[in-house]
């Protein structure tokens, strides 16, 4: 099914009656999907996503004709989470708005998949509106947000996770993914992640490898043992199998470091001030919704986050 502007509109409209306070957005204090997204330790999940979002052949193919991140990389990162804090922790004319302009990008991108790639052959049609292919991205989101938690914070209950997966049903509903194809529990959700994993619906094509090297080869030589370190991580963090169609190494070394990383992470996380664990959007989200200004020092950390991508990628 591809997503239509009149299904997207009917999906906000749903939405929008049943906000609360138009302050909290689409989600709010006091609900999961908050709790776990506000911990700036999402991050280092991102890699992580992003691969899995390329391993569908409709995402790797979409971004290689359309997309210009080679040529404006601090751009497009701060394109993306722009986008995805305004949907999550913004008020409701943020999240909307944010979700109108990805949909009408979204909707100019649509062509033909260039080999044969798993279970798609050569010339098969994608759209980047499909909610098929929606419901993928959206479930890599959550699905690496709690495989970093559970990894480096604190397990999940599965009544935890539950609600979770139910709390995000709300932003899913931004970009229009229908009701019925949205997994009822996290029992449901794991099956259907599990499902494409082992599918033949998901594999590295040609494109998705290239700009898989892109994300995670260091641009300069003074940022490579960065790099390196997230190419580890990003390893550590992949199912075998893509892992190996993405050529991330994993051998003991790897696998050394990632567990150090690891055993080293959980305890200083804990013991960081909440300031630096949480990110800026959340910051601010929270003293929108008390009715007080926003914190300077969520500002502040949202300049030096910019400043380290800019640094890491032009020097």
Known sequence: ????????????????????????????????????????????????????????PY??????QHSETRADVQG?????????????MGDVDRAFFAARRVHAIHSRINGAIGHDVGGFPAGHRYHANESSALLWVWATLVDTMVQVHELWVRQLTDRFKDQLVRDMHRFAALFAIPAAELPADWAAFRGYVDGMLASDLLVVSPPALEMSRFLLDAPRPAVAPLFAWVRVMTAGLLPERLRDGFQLGFGRPQRALFAATGAALRPLYKLAPRPLRWVPAYAEARARVEGRPAPRSSRVMERLAMRGIDTATHG
Do not use: K
């Not at 995402?59 to 290689?64: C, F, G």
């Not at 497009?76 to 999550?88: C, K």
């Open 76 to 88: 497009r990162f701060r394109r993306t989470f722009e986008n995805v804090f305004a949907m999550t």
């Open 59 to 64: 995402v790797a193919y979409a971004i290689d």
């Open 1 to 56: 099914m591809i997503v239509s502007r009149a299904d997207l509109e009917a999906a906000l409209a749903g939405l929008e009656a049943g906000c609360l306070d138009r302050r909290a957005g689409i989600h709010g204090p006091g609900t999961h999907a908050w709790a776990l997204g506000r911990e700036a330790i999402n991050f280092l999940g991102g890699p992580r996503a992003a691969l899995l979002q390329l391993a569908h």
